[in-house]
């Protein structure tokens, strides 16, 4: 708040996909006081939505894939409990610094929506809307072949550092999702998410 003066010009966000540009009216020791114009949709939101659904990672790869996933565009993260997952559960602590990740970096990059960050589930019971695809090595399509099954509205579902098993995979092909290859070579469990959206994301942008 130091760094902010009266007069200063501003665009506000509601975290939800609107802004309204604004002046900065009063600095003092409770907050930063704004007066506002007309909210309009925002422009830096892309014109597709796509929900990533890694699987749990160890460390911080999972704030990782939070934080350059928002920066694409993505909309909504809803991890997976995968067998070969070496995190066995998302704790309430660690949910709540992936949604604080999500916020600070909406906020960095211009976004006026702030991804839900969901609570994590089992592979049986992800649910998702529209397409959805499955990051497979032994796929028979490429990422190319499959990109546009969902249209404007995608889920794409990826693996822990261990890999699916044969299990998982043919369960979420039942219940109608298309098996993709990521190029040639082996991605690293929080690269391949990322990979999945800057791929599809940015190719529905001019």
């Known amino acids: 708040m130091l760094r902010v003066r009266p007069g200063a010009e501003v665009v506000a966000f509601d975290g939800r996909g609107s802004e ?73 602590a660690r949910l709540a610094r992936l949604r604080r990740v999500a916020s600070e970096a909406a906020r960095q990059s211009g976004r006026a929506l702030v991804p839900a960050v969901h609570e994590a589930v089992a592979v049986g019971d992800l649910a998702w809307e529209a397409a959805a695809v499955v990051a497979d090595l032994g796929a028979p399509s490429s990422w ?42 082996v991605l690293r469990a929080e690269t391949a998410p990322v990979a999945m959206a800057a791929a599809w994301l940015l190719a529905g942008e001019a």
């Open 20 to 92: 309204a540009p604004g002046r900065v009216v009063e600095v003092d020791g409770d907050g930063v006081w704004l007066e506002l114009g007309e909210p309009t949709a925002a422009t830096t939101e892309p014109a597709r939505a796509l929900t990533l659904a890694p699987a749990l990672l160890k460390g911080d790869k999972l704030a990782d894939v939070v934080r350059m996933g928002t920066e694409l565009g993505v909309v909504a993260f809803r991890p997976v409990l995968a067998r070969r997952c070496d995190v066995r559960e998302l704790s309430p």
């Open 144 to 185: 190319r072949e499959a990109a546009d099954l969902g249209g404007d509205r995608l889920t794409a579902i990826t693996g822990p550092e261990g890999g699916w098993t044969p299990q998982e995979v043919a369960a979420l092909e039942a219940r109608g999702a298309t098996r993709v290859r990521l190029g040639r070579r």
